[in-house]
């Protein structure tokens, strides 16, 4: 075994642990649960309307089958060639994961500002990997089948679900801070981080013809609807965005052979 092929096998378990850590760390923190707390309670206790309602973070489960999943395909024998890209890869996502451990700890003891530092970090990892499976080969690394479910799925599904909890957290952070919004409505910035939100969301799908990027922001739109359904300005918007969005991948569906 050259020195080469040793390296590689290490990062391939790093990959291994961290997501097996990832997880741990995330199940135990709602166990026990840490500093009292759950994940949702300390959500829940900031009033804030930029927040799904509770079955929404089912995905989660979604979220860690396709990491584990990724994780099992990446260490495999055939994946042990020494490519440059895929190492940026592995060390990329290890970052995330620790970022995600650091926010779990942060969040639980109502450190919610730098919370958000973590939670960018986290997002700009997951970016790093995000366009390093795009940049080969026409913009993308998928060779077959295998890899676009194994590998490109998995970041799609992951960095869409984290794009919403970014823009949450520091939601989350300005409120608790009592930021007073420039004078804004809570409802009105609401409104406009909805809109934000999706101009990232149809730039991602025309782009890089993302359906699964799409389908999360979707999926977590749905339940700010359904969260608060009596609040007129973000009900609306919401739903307004989200028929930009359905528009948007009818028409990528359509017309392109989706990259992912």
């Known amino acids: 075994m050259t020195q080469k092929t040793s390296s590689v096998i290490a990062q391939q378990i790093l990959v291994l642990l961290a997501t097996i850590g990832t997880i741990g760390i995330n199940a135990l923190a709602n166990t026990i649960p840490l500093n009292g707390y759950t994940t949702g309670a300390v959500s829940n206790s900031i009033p804030m309307f930029f927040v799904p309602a509770g079955y929404?973070?089912?995905i989660w489960s979604l979220i860690y089958v396709s990491l584990i999943a990724f994780s099992i395909y990446q260490i495999l024998p055939a994946q042990r060639i020494n490519n440059k890209q895929f190492m940026m890869i592995r060390l990329w996502y290890v970052l995330s994961c620790l970022a995600n451990g650091v926010w779990i700890v942060l969040w639980h003891y109502l450190y919610i500002g730098y919370s958000v530092l973590?939670?960018?970090?986290?997002l700009g990892s997951l970016i790093f990997v995000y366009f390093n499976i795009k940049q080969k080969n026409n913009n993308r690394v998928i060779?077959?089948?295998?890899?676009?479910?194994?590998?490109?799925?998995?970041?799609s599904l992951y960095l869409g679900w984290i794009t919403v909890a970014t823009i949450a957290n520091i939601s989350a952070a300005l409120t608790f801070y009592h930021w007073d919004g420039f004078g804004l409505s809570g409802e009105l910035w609401t409104a406009i981080m909805l809109a934000i939100a999706t101009v990232i969301t149809v730039s991602?799908?025309?782009?890089?013809?993302?359906?699964?990027?799409?389908?999360?922001?979707?999926?977590?739109?749905?339940?700010?609807?359904?969260?608060f359904p009596n609040i007129i300005m973000v009900a609306y918007t919401a739903a307004a965005m989200i028929v930009i969005m359905l528009i948007t991948l009818f028409r990528t569906a359509i017309h392109h052979r989706p990259l992912q």
Request: hydrophobic share 65%; no cysteine.
């Open 56 to 58: 929404v973070f089912l």
């Open 204 to 227: 991602n799908i025309t782009k890089h013809r993302d359906i699964i990027y799409g389908l999360v922001i979707i999926w977590a739109f749905i339940g700010i609807v359904v969260k």
């Open 118 to 122: 973590a939670m960018l970090i986290l």
């Open 143 to 155: 060779k077959n089948r295998a890899e676009r479910w194994l590998l490109a799925a998995p970041f």
